[in-house]
């Protein structure tokens, strides 16, 4: 006659049945969250817009999915820049700024002021490339690329239409006030992209740190997901 389990041993059982759906489930939990965190770091990661400095393009508020993964934009693209009014970090400053921006789930950067998102990062339009030569002149660019011999504005070289803000300036407005309207021929190096605002006039962008290093572009904004009402691809 088989031999009938005691309460201590059914309470045994129980114990291990119940540890081994607790380990199963922080284990999961666990995967879960480095996932997540895996591709918040290195894959795809939310971006606050906090400024119109964009206009109607990447409206103020609006929410956007960043990937890092491009770095190297394309004419009219939109990318989240570092800008000229922030220190880059050193090597060290930067190995423990992404370790710990991982393990937080992009919670924590330290040396980066979060609190306000335009004091160290901007999201910006990619117009001029490298090689080119540009002007400005009433808020409107010209680009003369490196293969070619005439000057466009960046509209007729652009293929992805968007829209720019610039009105009439007052005659009596103060020009050491808001972003330059017009800039003599420069000539991009190799590596060095020149970034805009939409909104042209009340702006910061490349016409005050100047060119952006590849090293400066943080990545590529992919899509707009908040408000609702204005989700977009870019």
């Known amino acids: 006659m088989a031999k009938q389990k005691d309460i201590y041993e059914y309470a045994s059982d129980w114990k291990r049945d119940h540890d081994s759906k607790v380990f199963k489930v922080v284990i999961t939990v666990v995967i879960v969250f480095l996932i997540i965190t895996i591709v918040n770091s290195f894959v795809l990661y939310p971006v606050g817009v906090k400024s119109a400095s964009m206009g109607e393009n990447v409206s103020e508020?609006?929410?956007?999915?960043?990937?890092?993964?491009?770095?190297?934009?394309k004419r009219g693209d939109v990318v989240l820049v570092q800008n000229g009014s922030s220190k880059m970090l050193k090597r060290k400053e930067r190995i423990i700024s992404q370790l710990l921006s991982f393990i937080t789930a992009r919670k924590i950067f330290?040396?980066?002021?979060?609190?306000?998102?335009?004091?160290?990062?901007?999201?910006?339009?990619?117009?001029?490339?490298?090689?080119?030569?540009?002007y400005m002149r009433d808020y409107v660019l010209y680009i003369k690329p490196a293969d070619?011999?005439?000057?466009?504005?960046?509209?007729?070289?652009?293929?992805?239409?968007?829209?720019?803000?610039?009105?009439?300036?007052?005659?009596?407005?103060d020009t050491s006030l808001g972003a330059i309207g017009s800039f003599d021929e420069i000539k991009l190096k190799a590596g060095e992209y020149f970034v805009l605002a939409d909104d042209r006039v009340e702006s910061t962008d490349s016409r005050l740190w100047g060119a952006s290093t590849s090293d400066r572009i943080k990545g590529k904004a992919l899509l707009c997901y908040f408000p609702f009402n204005k989700i977009k691809f870019y």
Do not use: A
């Open 148 to 173: 070619q011999t005439h000057f466009l504005t960046e509209f007729e070289l652009i293929q992805k239409p968007y829209n720019v803000q610039i009105f009439s300036i007052p005659v009596m407005w």
């Open 110 to 134: 330290p040396y980066v002021n979060r609190d306000r998102m335009t004091e160290n990062f901007d999201v910006r339009r990619v117009v001029g490339m490298p090689g080119d030569t540009l």
């Open 61 to 73: 508020g609006s929410c956007v999915f960043v990937t890092p993964l491009i770095t190297s934009p």
